[in-house]
């Protein structure tokens, strides 16, 4: 070893005169340079190169050294021969010489490496442009410093070793950061290079780092400017902390040797080539568990686990192929426990030139228990980082909660975990997310008491993760044995969840292993807890900061207005997209935008005009209009308010949408405008159906009595009564639109409706008009007047017949639809349901959007003067509204019009009427007493010539009162025949209702123009009530009587 030391005394002084060489360390002439040239730090990591070269030479000569020894000893030992002798002399000689040109050879590398250092010299000086970058990415720190101490400039190494930013060292002082005991031996080193007698120096010793911890480094001093008024110092700071750690465990490791040496802890064997063992030390014994008496008869591939064991003689082949190199096997020892070992092998002879192999083997049951727990920590680090990851993408708390507990079971050893969320105003918990063994991550959001865990809270609120077992849990808090006790709990690990100095929940571990959880697992707990706690309450407060601004159906903005006129919005709710249509980036990007695209053309003076009413500090609410990229208008109202900021203004506005309240308010002028003229057109229709009826009931009368066929004035006669037909057609109009006309609905299939109205339809249109259907099988059925459905038919048919005046085709079509809250039809009362629909669509010139506007309003119509009365959609239109219905449009210029009308489906099964067989005769007609009671005199009268004429017993009444005095005196009547609207106070249906008190068998027949009353509440007599429409005719009078006084009442069967 001495001589080792001798030849490499030359090479160190060497390496010092090429170190101290000035050239090595010019000075930088600018504070942009770094403060040491990469030559200096190429020479220091040579001259650690060498270091580690040198130490490996040393310890490669003192295991040679010892190698001689212990062949030595086991020549002693082994009583060898002169010969034999002789011929490991001179194979140790040759080992030396080997050992010697091996020395050589590194000496040669050395040098080499001097004469690849001057080369790099060369280049790097010729390459000053990228020194900056080498300073600052170099592997060590470096730093120049004043002679006072002062950094005055550090590279990002040196910053990142003891935590400090270059900002923070540059405005400290050297002497800052080196530990208190070790300030006095760098103070010494430091004066000496301040008085000239040293130009550097080296010094392992300690920083403290901005946390607080500390580091050992290994520093190197050097002087950069010698005169003393300019004296600066190149430092040179390498982290040596792992290598003091490593080296630290080396001088573990090499005092272990030297004992397991001469103490021979090691196990060693000798063994002859058949495998069989001749020889063991006491290690051996210890190690396998078998005595040396055992050892002696056995083989070594007796030792050996089975899948490394070999056929006899292939184990000492093997251990003579790695000639002293160290491999691995495993041994079984006499407990049958595998033991890792290390063995190394080398060849000897006994006396009789026989083969030997000595073996030393060693147990690294550790080292491979180490390899695994390394494995398992980066393992640990790689999880926490997913973890991280997770917690950071994770867009809720129980995302979070979720990740975290299914990345931590391979960290670990749970059975069930849970994250809870404290609440101490309700003074109750709530399990945010649970796992169950392997099961997947549950949010049940289960609600418990904390007066449940009250003692094992006050534990959590000590704030630090505890380990408790089932024992001293239940001793702690006996309240949790509801708990523990049928889950199989036997040990469980809580860390409590704190953000901000508050404990808003726990993160719980249990086990059925009473040792299950380690100091490591509270580490780990510790850690992801303090991230998941963070994690969660950013993620309750964006979230419940984006309830409060997504819950409101207002739009919150706030905008700047600069003094150069320029704005700039700096925030608006996300939900002004729906607003506007526009995606939310266009929006918050300018205000500009907002008044050039989103602002209707007809309203942006009108915002200009108020920003600036707020630019002089007046507060404002104005009402304007939104253009939406699909040409639709909205209505909203802007409430805002400004406060000045130096050159600018902010405004703060809240924008809320009034369209609907518009469209309510145009809705309610409609409705009070339709209202009125409906009230008009009721009167009029009710006042004039008592007319016609007299008129047409006279006409024929007159026609049918009096007349002859070929008498002068028949045709005339006839001509009064068409006319009378039409106008009893527009008073029916007049009373659907007006919704007044008096219903009889019934249960339709509109199918058979459409079919029976066929060939009608067929005429009606034309032989230009292509007529097709298009019927659902398994269409609904609808309660509706008949009549209704025959007049929004042909109204509609008669507008479609108009529109293709060159022909064309009109298709009607019926299906069933389930209609939903969020469909489009949600305006005008529309409520969701099962719908019968009707479509009838033509192939005509169709509408624009400013026509389709005005449809349904009453006299509005589009044909020439003379051609229209504009009643027939809005006819329609209060037929379908009337039956709870809807209407929907589909029309383009040019693309024909769709008309579909939506009507409620029923389940009701209407039962045919059964009509007796038996026809009146003239015997029980004239035995028929008909109680006739009208306020209309001429209809009275009439209607008592009628029946009278026809044979029956006529009473008539003006008004209720006198009807019941009628039916006081008059025992057997046997039909009521009443109009629904009387003077005096009493209507029809009253009327009726009385009568029946005093005559129970009495049948009731009503008539009417329109009820106004009765219709104005429900619209509809009821299903098993007779009601004859005015006008009516004499025929239709007799006939409705008859069938009347015949008729069983309709059965209503409820499906």
């Not at 008496?293 to 089975?306: H, N």
């Not at 997947?440 to 007066?451: A, K, M, N, Q, W």
């Not at 769709?898 to 003239?922: C, D, G, H, M, W």
């Amino acid at each position: 070893m001495s001589k080792w030391c001798e030849y490499l005394e030359p090479q160190f002084h060497f390496l010092s005169a090429q170190l101290n060489t000035s050239q090595y360390f010019p000075t930088f002439q600018n504070s942009s340079d770094p403060p040491l040239s990469l030559i200096t730090i190429g020479t220091i990591l040579a001259l650690i190169v060498v270091i580690i070269i040198a130490v490996w030479l040393s310890v490669l000569l003192s295991r040679s050294e010892k190698k001689n020894a212990e062949l030595e000893a086991e020549v002693a030992q082994y009583h060898l021969s002169e010969a034999e002798r002789e011929r490991l002399r001179l194979e140790l000689e040759g080992h030396l010489v080997d050992q010697a040109i091996r020395i050589q050879q590194k000496q040669d590398q050395l040098e080499a490496l001097a004469a690849e250092h001057g080369r790099i010299d060369e280049q790097l000086h010729a390459s000053k442009a990228g020194l900056r970058a080498t300073f600052e990415q170099a592997a060590v720190g470096i730093a120049q410093v004043a002679a006072d101490g002062r950094w005055l400039q550090v590279n990002q190494k040196a910053c990142q070793i003891v935590g400090y930013t270059k900002n923070e060292l540059l405005n400290s002082n050297f002497y800052d950061i080196v530990y208190p005991e070790d300030r006095e031996a760098h103070s010494t080193y430091h004066q000496q290079l301040l008085a000239g007698e040293r130009k550097t120096y080296s010094i392992e010793q300690r920083y403290v780092c901005k946390d607080r911890s500390l580091v050992w480094i290994n520093l190197t001093v050097y002087a950069t400017h010698q005169t003393s008024d300019d004296l600066e110092f190149m430092a040179i700071v390498e982290d040596i902390s792992h290598r003091r750690h490593m080296e630290a465990k080396l001088r573990e490791s090499e005092a272990l040797y030297r004992s397991l040496f001469e103490q021979a802890h090691d196990a060693i064997f000798v063994n002859r080539q058949d495998d069989q063992i001749v020889d063991v030390n006491h290690r051996a014994c210890e190690m396998l568990g078998y005595t040396r008496e055992k050892l002696l008869t056995m083989k070594v591939t007796d030792l050996q686990a089975p899948e490394v064991r070999g056929e006899p003689g292939t184990v000492i082949k093997k251990e003579l192929d790695y000639n002293g190199r160290y491999f691995e096997t495993v041994d079984i020892d006499s407990q049958g426990r595998r033991i890792p070992v290390e063995v190394s092998a080398s060849k000897l002879r006994d006396d009789d030139d026989d083969t030997l192999v000595l073996c030393i083997v060693r147990d690294i049951t550790v080292q491979k228990e180490n390899q695994t727990a390394l494995q398992r920590y980066a393992n640990r680090l790689k999880i926490l980082n997913q973890i991280d990851k997770a917690i950071l993408s994770a867009q809720s708390a129980e995302a979070i909660g979720g990740a975290a507990l299914k990345n931590l079971q391979s960290l670990i050893p749970y059975q069930r975990a849970n994250i809870n969320l404290f609440d101490f105003e309700a003074n109750e918990a709530v399990v945010l997310v649970e796992k169950v063994g392997d099961g997947d991550v549950t949010s049940e959001g289960r609600r418990f008491s904390l007066d449940r865990v009250k003692s094992a809270l006050d534990v959590m609120k000590q704030g630090d993760v505890q380990i408790i077992t089932k024992t001293s849990l239940l001793s702690l808090a006996p309240e949790s044995a509801h708990y523990l006790d049928p889950g199989g709990v036997q040990s469980l690990i809580g860390a409590p969840l704190v953000s901000q100095g508050n404990l808003i929940g726990s993160l719980v571990f249990t086990s059925d292993k009473p040792d299950a959880f380690t100091a490591e697992h509270q580490d780990i707990i510790r850690e992801v807890g303090y991230q998941i706690a963070v994690a969660i309450q950013n993620t309750q407060l964006t979230d419940r900061f984006r309830r409060v601004i997504t819950s409101i159906s207002d739009h919150v903005y706030m905008l700047e207005v600069m003094e150069t006129g320029r704005s700039k919005n700096h925030y608006i709710s996300p939900n002004i997209e729906t607003l506007t249509g526009y995606p939310l980036d266009m929006l918050s990007h300018s205000w500009d935008f907002w008044i050039s695209t989103v602002v209707h053309p007809e309203d942006r003076a009108l915002v200009n005009e108020h920003i600036k009413k707020l630019s002089t500090g007046q507060n404002s609410k104005f009402q304007y209009r939104l253009l939406q990229p699909d040409g639709s208008i909205v209505w909203v109202r802007d409430s805002a308010r400004a406060e000045p900021v130096e050159s600018s203004f902010y405004i703060y506005g809240v924008i809320s949408n009034i369209t609907e309240r518009k469209q309510l308010e145009a809705q309610l002028h409609q409705a009070q405008k339709m209202e009125a003229i409906g009230q008009l057109a009721g009167g009029v229709a009710h006042d004039f159906n008592n007319l016609l009826t007299v008129i047409t009931g006279v006409a024929e009368i007159t026609l049918n009595t009096h007349l002859d066929e070929d008498h002068p004035i028949s045709e005339e006669i006839k001509q009064i009564i068409a006319a009378g037909h039409r106008a009893t057609a527009l008073t029916r109009q007049l009373l659907a639109f007006s919704r007044k006309q008096v219903l009889q609905p019934q249960i339709l299939d509109l199918n058979s409706v459409v079919e029976n109205m066929s060939k009608l339809l067929q005429r009606l249109l034309g032989a230009d008009i292509q007529f097709m259907t298009k019927l659902d099988s398994m269409l609904g059925l609808v309660n509706i007047d008949p009549g209704q459905v025959d007049q929004i038919i042909v109204n509609l048919a008669v507008n479609a017949r108009d529109a293709m005046p060159y022909g064309g085709q009109l298709t009607i079509e019926t299906f069933n639809a389930e209609l939903e809250r969020n469909d489009m039809y949600q305006h005008d009362n529309f409520i969701p349901g099962s719908y019968v629909v009707l479509s009838i669509s033509d192939s005509g010139h169709g509408m624009d959007s400013e026509t389709k506007s005005h449809i349904f309003e009453p006299f509005f119509t589009t044909k020439e003067a003379g051609k229209g009365t504009g009643l027939g959609l809005a006819t329609v239109k209060s037929i379908v509204t009337q039956c709870k219905g809807h209407i929907e449009v589909d029309s383009e210029p040019d693309q024909g019009t769709s008309f579909k009308i939506y009507l409620p489906r029923t389940n009701i099964v209407q039962e045919p009427p059964s009509v007796a067989n038996q026809v009146i005769n003239q015997s029980q007609i004239s035995s028929t007493t008909i109680l006739v009671v009208e306020d209309d005199a001429m209809v009275r009268e009439l209607t008592y010539r009628i029946l009278d004429d026809e044979g029956y017993k006529v009473l008539t009444a003006r008004q209720g009162q006198e009807a019941l005095q009628l039916a006081q005196q008059e025992q057997d009547i046997h039909l009521l025949i009443t109009d629904v609207i009387l003077p005096g106070g009493m209507k029809g249906p009253q009327v009726a209702e009385e009568l029946t008190k005093l005559q129970p068998a009495i049948k009731v027949l009503f008539t009417s123009g329109y009820n106004s009353d009765a219709i104005a509440e429900h619209g509809v007599l009821n299903h098993d009530e007779e009601f004859l429409e005015k006008p009516y005719t004499p025929k239709s009078l007799r006939n409705k009587v008859q069938e009347v006084l015949r008729e069983k009442h309709t059965v209503i069967v409820e499906t």
